[in-house]
């Protein structure tokens, strides 16, 4: 009887863990790819893979996303992904049931702490409250007098440092972030005292050391917070008199993060265009036209300022007028409104004398830093000066063989201790009898 062999069933590859159970994009590629940028490197090799380890264990721990510990001894310990490799050292010197009770004792200590703190919100909720603030910024009026325009060039270098660190709080020393706002160091300085004083900032914590920079929290202040509450939905906010009043025209606004990409040029700087001329290019748009009085009241600038700053930005070819509305040049235009484009802005710097300001800036504030850190590591090594006690008891009052006084002048002192001698006489009276007779 002929007899067919019947075709092997093909076996389909098992499904790797992580694509069977729940994980951000940020700690899968922390697992699949292992600290690249290294965030939770620690004193040695050792320290960072655990750290690395607890790490993944929190984000297997998440409310929604739990793991259980079998598989995340197979993603770590079973599986060669760069993210397990302190896991699979670990197995190799004291055994795999060492290893999975290990990981098994970190995942309950990551499940404990994920359920003490709540959730671990990721980054997306980050730059959601990232631009809440930024909103308010851009539709709140900053006048330039009183270090308004300064303060939001400030705001707005800071919103750039928060998107970067994943969060409100940010990190940075004074120079650099005035290197950022293309102002001065004590300018920046003044404004960071004003936003605490209104609400804006607060410090966490002081730098101190030789590269230590501030901590600082970027957040809506209350009276604001207050007047978006009073806001009705979908509307513009309500006008209010000072620095809370508002923007009337929903369209028209400063982009901080537009703003944020030129003020630190040169072409901006305080002898060419200026903070104003860049608050007014942060508003142009490639296609959408906007009169000088829309321009006006999106930057709370007088109209004869907007009107010569527009035509210095024209004259430069920042900016082109057509029917009396200006429009960002084409060579600016990104996909989102502003792009800048360093050839052109540099050749406006060059057309307005203020080419190199920016490298001087940086060049001056190198030599301060190394001052200071020079200044730093004199007073770790220098020793105190030691000054010399005054002597009070002068060379011949004594006799230094016998110890007899031969000066009576100092007849009822204590003159053993040259440096400190003591009246030991009887005490004077008030008609000063006793001090007459002595």
């Known amino acids: 009887m002929n007899t067919r062999t019947l075709p092997r069933a093909r076996r389909t590859p098992p499904v790797p863990v992580w694509e069977r159970r729940p994980l951000t994009r940020r700690?899968?590629?922390?697992?699949?790819?292992g600290d690249v940028e290294g965030r939770y490197a620690g004193r040695d090799d050792p320290d960072s893979g655990y750290r690395l380890t607890m790490a993944l264990a929190l984000a297997c721990s998440q409310p929604g996303r739990e793991w259980a510990p079998a598989d995340f001894h197979q993603a770590l310990i079973?599986?060669?992904?760069?993210?397990?490799?302190?896991?699979?050292?670990?197995?190799?010197?004291?055994?795999?049931?060492?290893?999975?009770?290990?990981?098994?004792?970190?995942l309950e200590k990551a499940r404990e702490f994920a359920a003490r703190n709540g959730t671990i919100t990721g980054r997306p909720d980050a730059l959601e409250q990232i631009n809440e603030v930024r909103h308010v910024v851009e539709h709140l009026a900053w006048p330039a007098r009183g270090g308004g325009a300064v303060d939001q060039k400030n705001i707005a270098a800071r919103l750039t440092l928060c998107e970067r660190a994943g969060g409100l709080e940010h990190t940075t020393a004074l120079r650099p972030h005035a290197e950022r706002m293309g102002c001065?160091?004590?300018?920046?300085?003044?404004?960071?005292?004003?936003?605490?004083?209104?609400?804006?900032?607060?410090?966490?914590?002081?730098?101190?050391g030789k590269n230590h920079g501030s901590r600082w929290r970027l957040k809506i202040p209350d009276h604001v917070a207050e007047?978006?509450?009073r806001a009705a939905p979908g509307h513009s906010l309500p006008p209010t008199p000072g620095e809370l009043a508002t923007v009337p025209d929903p369209h028209t606004f400063t982009d901080t993060a537009a703003l944020a990409s030129v003020m630190a040029h040169d072409a901006f700087h305080h002898f060419a265009h200026g903070t104003s001329g860049a608050r007014i290019?942060?508003?142009?748009?490639?296609?959408?036209?906007?009169?000088?009085?829309?321009?006006?009241?999106?930057?709370?600038?007088?109209?004869?300022?907007?009107?010569?700053?527009?035509?210095?930005?024209?004259?430069?070819g920042l900016a082109r007028e057509c029917e009396g509305r200006y429009y960002l040049a084409p060579d600016l235009a990104g996909?989102?409104?502003?792009?800048?484009?360093?050839?052109?802005?540099t050749e406006a710097a060059e057309q307005q004398g203020t080419a190199g300001l920016g490298e001087r800036r940086r060049a001056r504030?190198?030599?301060?830093?190394?001052?200071?850190?020079?200044?730093?590591?004199?007073?770790?090594?220098?020793?105190?000066?030691?000054?010399?006690?005054?002597?009070?008891?002068?060379?011949?009052?004594?006799?230094?063989?016998?110890?007899e006084l031969l000066d009576e002048r100092w007849r009822g002192w204590d003159v053993r201790d040259r440096y400190r001698p003591v009246w030991t006489g009887p005490a004077p009276t008030d008609n000063g009898e006793a001090g007459r007779a002595a």
């Open 27 to 33: 700690s899968r590629r922390l697992l699949l790819e």
């Open 78 to 106: 079973y599986t060669p992904t760069r993210g397990g490799w302190w896991a699979r050292r670990l197995r190799e010197r004291k055994g795999a049931q060492y290893a999975e009770n290990k990981l098994t004792a970190m």
């Open 184 to 208: 001065a160091k004590s300018t920046a300085e003044a404004s960071d005292k004003r936003l605490v004083d209104a609400g804006w900032l607060e410090l966490l914590e002081a730098g101190t």
């Open 227 to 229: 007047l978006l509450a």
């Open 281 to 316: 290019l942060a508003c142009l748009d490639v296609t959408e036209g906007l009169e000088p009085t829309q321009l006006q009241q999106a930057t709370s600038l007088h109209r004869t300022t907007v009107a010569r700053r527009l035509d210095k930005l024209v004259a430069d």
């Open 335 to 345: 996909p989102v409104r502003l792009q800048p484009d360093d050839q052109v802005l």
């Open 365 to 403: 504030h190198a030599r301060e830093r190394a001052n200071y850190q020079r200044w730093i590591a004199e007073r770790a090594t220098r020793a105190r000066p030691v000054r010399p006690r005054p002597v009070l008891v002068p060379e011949g009052v004594v006799d230094p063989d016998t110890g």
